[in-house]
């Protein structure tokens, strides 16, 4: 399990995030507290807005401890929205290509979690993508293609929505090819000017999630786990849940996934299955 933080509010520097709190996303890098394990040493990736409509993006391989560009980035960017990320892989081998965030044109997203049967599953996802979207992906994980299919079910005019269709299509997906399934998640995804996040598995053992207040009335910060120990200060987020930061600032929902997209013909499902 990744662990990641994502921020928006007025302009602040990533290491409020990143590196200086007493848990850090780098600390928690090789010391989370609420994950399967505990080091997260897969890579690591910053994507952050600024006076430009797409999002600067920095990542590499190393761990996040251990790169001085990632402290040297964090101390000198303010940014009122911001995506960060450290890695423990689950699908996909250690390389760039692979670390979160994910970027196509003015979106990014990142990801805690994983699907199973991935391996059975990757090729009929992929064949839902048109060339566009399926020529954007450069990586391996089932993030990137998560992502890449919410974009393609209408990420961009309706964001939740989308996500909930693509999260219901690799649930029907894999019920249909494999007889189950099983998906564990939180995401965090924005245009850069409204920051979105998800809580949600199809079990009980959903990942978790955190929000707080930080900085002036109405900026927030959402966690895979708290930054400190002030426990009056981080609400937990709900299995099941939407959270969409804006100007209005912290509104939430619940998150449903919609098992109602047409499955390509069954035949062409098991021939790319198998």
Request: proline share 6%; charged share 25%; hydrophobic share 40%.
């Amino acid at each position: 399990m990744c662990r990641w933080a994502a921020y928006r509010g007025e302009p602040l520097y990533l290491e409020e995030l990143v590196t200086s709190p007493a848990h850090s996303l780098i600390e928690q890098s090789h010391c989370a507290t609420k994950a399967k394990t505990a080091t997260n040493a897969d890579g690591f990736g910053l994507a952050w807005y600024g006076d430009r409509p797409e999002p600067g993006r920095f990542r590499d391989v190393l761990p996040a401890w251990s790169d001085c560009n990632l402290k040297s980035l964090a101390r000198q960017i303010r940014s009122p929205l911001f995506l960060a990320h450290v890695r423990a892989a689950t699908h996909g081998s250690t390389r760039r290509d692979n670390c979160h965030p994910f970027v196509h044109g003015i979106w990014s997203f990142m990801h805690n979690g994983q699907i199973d049967h991935f391996d059975r599953i990757r090729r009929p996802m992929e064949s839902m993508l048109d060339d566009d979207h399926f020529n954007a992906r450069v990586g391996t994980t089932d993030s990137e293609l998560l992502f890449l299919l919410a974009l393609q079910f209408g990420l961009r005019e309706r964001p939740i929505a989308a996500m909930a269709e693509a999260v219901g299509f690799v649930e029907q997906l894999s019920l249909h090819l494999t007889g189950a399934a099983r998906i564990r998640m939180t995401a965090a995804f924005s245009d850069g000017v409204t920051l979105y996040a998800v809580r949600y598995s199809t079990d009980e053992h959903a990942p978790t999630l955190f929000a707080a207040p930080m900085g002036p009335k109405g900026s927030y910060c959402l966690v895979s786990e708290p930054l400190d120990d002030e426990k009056d200060t981080w609400v937990e987020i709900p299995a099941g849940s939407a959270v969409i930061l804006s100007e209005n600032g912290l509104d939430a929902a619940e998150f449903n996934p919609v098992r109602e997209r047409s499955l390509q013909p069954e035949a062409r499902l098991e021939a790319m299955a198998g």
